[in-house]
């Protein structure tokens, strides 16, 4: 789908589809926009019988029949008029793009999205474009002959009609926030079997070539001279080999004193459990063990495009937890790169094992801060769903900064408390501390161990366990990986650089 700006009028211009916003005013739709009173009333009647009231994300698709040159109108609900939000603006766009491609649009043209006060057009448009170019993924790489009789609807192009300063620029930018999602979907559906750590770090080298970051990827032998223990214990069990990647993104005219800010990813390309092995029931779905390190990849991947002004150090941890005669074993004791002990009680326990070493070789970048990302807990699932993503942090400033964030991104989060008295739980016999803490406050007792690796730092940890997978369809997000955190964390650098 080609996403473009032209400076037509587009009601007069031929279109399979024209995209209409429609703001809420007093709980009925609006129709400033459309000025030809003959259309205009007709549209009245049409929205009054089919009950649409432009509420978010609800659709009404129009045939024209002649009255006009777009074949049809899509009408988008994008919400009440008086509290404009981006999240409005994106639901509008997704649902009105899938509405046109599913009736078959190839030619699509849309009105600019609203503005207000607090959401300015440019901003408006980026997260148009992002929501279109979101809505409209899918993976098909494993599609034989059997899905590929039917052709698929695709949108040809999408063409906003107007022109302004810097509009065009917006366009490159949702484009840009949306391919990013679109990488951390994408390595998230790949199997587990298709995309092991070290081809992991080879898809991480192409993303670094084609945005101009710097990329070093640590082998075994690597780890093994750094001491991260952790990360070569968890991939011991398997024959494909565990790595550490370490990208760096500086905007243009860094000096020594641009703040530098951190990123760890959780990235199990596949999580059996290990010899503490999983039960066989979904199983599956821990091919998505990899989504902390799928979002930190995606949002190095827009850096540039989102106009971050900070460096970003980011982390990616990969192993493969697997059962083998090599595999680590319950009881074992690992050493930490920060002299740290840590007793194996659980092998499946092992996202916190390979983000201790992540986390204290961020450290040693010289960052200001850092946030961590991980499918790490169970436990999270019980306490806030599947959607909803735990945030920890040691540092109230950090963390106010990424709930603002998810706020923008409509991504909710919850902040969960490091209550320091279950630092008991994870208190070991012959170690330091020991992986696990047992089911009560399961969440906690694993940020808790983490937060023994910070550093020092500011710190903050985001529980993804569930979050990265939806089960049902949204208005920007077919069922499936979702790519979740990237846009969060992508408006959470954009809000702490410079
Ligand atoms: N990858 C899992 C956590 C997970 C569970 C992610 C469900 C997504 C959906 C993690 O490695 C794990 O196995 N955690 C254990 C920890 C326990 C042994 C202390 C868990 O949550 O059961
Ligand atoms: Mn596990
Ligand atoms: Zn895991």
Same mark, same amino acid.
């Given at each position: 789908?080609?996403?473009?700006?032209?400076?037509?009028?587009?009601?007069?211009?031929?279109?399979?589809?024209?995209?209409?916003?429609?703001?809420?005013?007093?709980?009925?739709?609006?129709?400033?926009?459309?000025?030809?009173?003959?259309?205009?009333?007709?549209?009245?009647?049409?929205?009054?019988?089919?009950?649409?009231?432009?509420?978010?994300?609800?659709?009404?698709?129009?045939?024209?029949?002649?009255?006009?040159?777009?074949?049809?109108?899509?009408?988008?609900?994008?919400?009440?008029?008086?509290?404009?939000?981006?999240?409005?603006?994106?639901?509008?766009?997704?649902?009105?793009?899938?509405?046109?491609?599913?009736?078959?649009?190839?030619?699509?043209?849309?009105?600019?999205?609203?503005?207000?006060?607090?959401?300015?057009?440019?901003?408006?448009?980026?997260?148009?474009?992002?929501?279109?170019?979101?809505?409209?993924?899918?993976?098909?790489?494993?599609?034989?002959?059997?899905?590929?009789?039917?052709?698929?609807?695709?949108?040809?192009?999408?063409?906003? $009609?107007?022109? #302004?300063?810097?509009? =065009?620029?917006?366009? %490159?930018?949702?484009? &840009? +926030?949306?391919? *990013? @999602?679109?990488?951390?979907?994408?390595?998230?559906?790949?199997?587990?079997?298709?995309?092991?750590?070290?081809?992991?770090?080879?898809?991480?080298?192409?993303?670094?070539?084609?945005?101009?970051?710097?990329?070093?990827?640590?082998?075994?032998?690597?780890?093994?001279?750094?001491?991260?223990?952790?990360?070569?214990?968890?991939?011991?069990?398997?024959?494909?080999?565990?790595?550490?990647?370490?990208?760096?993104?500086?905007?243009?005219?860094?000096?020594?004193?641009?703040?530098?800010?951190?990123?760890?990813?959780?990235?199990?390309?596949?999580?059996?459990?290990?010899?503490?092995?999983?039960?066989?029931?979904?199983?599956?779905?821990?091919?998505?063990?990899?989504?902390?390190?799928? $979002?930190?990849? #995606?949002?190095?991947? =827009?850096?540039?495009? %989102?106009?971050?002004? &900070? +460096?970003?150090? *980011? @982390?990616?941890?990969?192993?493969?937890?697997?059962?083998?005669?090599?595999?680590?074993?319950?009881?074992?004791?690992?050493?930490?790169?920060?002299?740290?002990?840590?007793?194996?009680?659980?092998?499946?326990?092992?996202?916190?094992?390979?983000?201790?070493?992540?986390?204290?070789?961020?450290?040693?970048?010289?960052?200001?801060?850092?946030?961590?990302?991980?499918?790490?807990?169970?436990?999270?699932?019980?306490?806030?769903?599947?959607?909803?993503?735990?945030?920890?942090?040691?540092?109230?400033?950090?963390?106010?900064?990424?709930?603002?964030?998810?706020?923008?991104?409509?991504?909710?989060?919850?902040?969960?408390?490091?209550?320091?008295?279950?630092?008991?739980?994870?208190?070991?016999?012959?170690?330091?501390?020991?992986?696990?803490?047992?089911? %009560?406050?399961?969440?906690?007792?694993?940020?808790?161990?983490?937060?023994?690796?910070?550093?020092?730092?500011?710190?903050?940890?985001?529980?993804?366990?569930?979050?990265?997978?939806?089960?049902?369809?949204?208005?920007?997000?077919?069922?499936?990986?979702?790519?979740?955190?990237?846009?969060?964390?992508?408006?959470?650098?954009?809000?702490?650089?410079?």
């Amino acid at each position: 789908m080609q996403i473009s700006l032209q400076p037509i009028d587009p009601f007069s211009a031929p279109s399979d589809a024209l995209i209409v916003p429609v703001l809420q005013f007093g709980g009925a739709p609006d129709f400033d926009v459309i000025t030809q009173p003959e259309l205009r009333s007709q549209l009245a009647q049409l929205v009054a019988d089919a009950d649409f009231t432009g509420k978010a994300g609800s659709t009404l698709l129009v045939q024209t029949m002649g009255l006009i040159p777009p074949r049809r109108l899509v009408l988008a609900g994008a919400g009440d008029r008086e509290k404009l939000t981006a999240e409005g603006v994106r639901k509008a766009w997704g649902s009105a793009v899938t509405k046109a491609r599913d009736a078959g649009a190839k030619q699509v043209v849309s009105l600019l999205p609203p503005s207000s006060e607090g959401l300015s057009g440019a901003a408006a448009l980026a997260e148009a474009v992002a929501a279109a170019a979101l809505a409209t993924y899918r993976f098909t790489a494993y599609q034989g002959t059997v899905k590929n009789e039917k052709p698929v609807k695709e949108i040809d192009a999408l063409t906003f $009609a107007g022109e #302004g300063e810097g509009l =065009a620029d917006q366009i %490159a930018r949702g484009e &840009a +926030v949306a391919a *990013a @999602v679109n990488l951390a979907r994408d390595v998230t559906n790949e199997p587990g079997s298709d995309l092991p750590p070290m081809a992991f770090a080879a898809a991480a080298s192409q993303v670094a070539e084609e945005h101009g970051l710097e990329i070093t990827i640590y082998d075994a032998n690597a780890l093994q001279e750094m001491g991260a223990n952790a990360i070569l214990a968890v991939g011991k069990g398997s024959a494909n080999p565990p790595c550490m990647i370490h990208m760096v993104y500086r905007p243009e005219g860094a000096t020594d004193s641009t703040p530098s800010l951190g990123l760890v990813g959780k990235c199990i390309t596949f999580d059996t459990g290990g010899y503490s092995i999983k039960p066989a029931d979904g199983m599956g779905e821990m091919k998505g063990d990899m989504g902390g390190g799928a $979002a930190v990849l #995606g949002v190095m991947a =827009a850096l540039k495009a %989102a106009g971050v002004q &900070a +460096v970003v150090h *980011a @982390v990616i941890c990969s192993a493969e937890n697997k059962i083998s005669g090599e595999a680590f074993l319950p009881g074992d004791v690992i050493r930490g790169m920060n002299g740290v002990t840590m007793e194996i009680i659980s092998t499946d326990a092992e996202g916190r094992l390979v983000m201790a070493d992540g986390l204290v070789y961020l450290a040693r970048q010289g960052v200001r801060e850092m946030v961590d990302i991980s499918t790490l807990t169970g436990a999270k699932i019980i306490a806030l769903g599947n959607e909803t993503v735990a945030l920890f942090a040691n540092n109230d400033d950090l963390a106010d900064r990424i709930l603002g964030a998810s706020e923008y991104a409509a991504e909710p989060m919850w902040r969960l408390p490091l209550s320091e008295h279950l630092e008991s739980q994870i208190e070991a016999e012959i170690a330091d501390i020991k992986n696990t803490g047992g089911r %009560a406050g399961g969440s906690i007792t694993a940020a808790l161990f983490l937060q023994h690796f910070s550093e020092g730092l500011p710190w903050a940890h985001l529980d993804i366990a569930g979050s990265n997978r939806s089960t049902k369809s949204t208005a920007y997000a077919p069922k499936g990986s979702n790519g979740v955190m990237v846009r969060t964390l992508l408006e959470y650098l954009r809000r702490s650089g410079g």
